[in-house]
């Protein structure tokens, strides 16, 4: 009579490679699932920040005022400004917001912001004041990275669209419009649209 218990070289063998098989699969399976949740969160990542600069500037440029305001040198600068520098824009204008809690006197409810890219970076910045002393300090916050380029294109009054602002002679005018394009990291590219003031 032949003792039957236990197993065999080979069926150990066999037991072996089916879970290295197995194990193997899965191991890929998790790889893989772990690769898509990590590219998941980065697109995510993406459009929250795009979508909270869509915010910031749709904002500020829906309360434009035209009110000019004197820089630390005391020069009168325009309401609304856009200035090319080198291959890029900055974009600079009065804006209005929440009034600031004063001791009991009216403050204003207007602010100057500046919109620019430095390094990849699309930077916000804020002045505290409108007519500013030397030296003023002004906030600053990085809206978006990886930014290769930054263009705005202005509708004026006439129905003509241009890239300088203001137009000679207007320091308050306002701009009917605003075409803001970012070129970002991979070729991407973003359009957006906003009605000035309004």
Known sequence: MTDTRGFTLLEMLVAVAIFAIVGALAYT??????AIRAQLKTVRTRWEDRALVYERLSEDLSQARPRPVRD???????????????RGVRLNFTTGGPAPVGAGRPLSDLRRVDYTVEHGRLLWR???VLDRAPGEHRAREVLLRGVRAFRVSLLAANGTMVRVWPLAGQP?????MVQ???RLKHHRTVR??????R
């Open 172 to 176: 308050t005018a306002l701009p009917a």
């Open 72 to 86: 630390g040198a005391g020069t009168l600068v325009p309401a609304f400004m856009v200035r090319r520098m080198g």
């Open 192 to 197: 957006w649209l906003f009605a000035v003031g």
């Open 180 to 182: 803001i394009v970012l």
């Open 29 to 34: 399976g998790l790889s893989r699932a772990l």
């Open 126 to 128: 804020r002045w505290a």
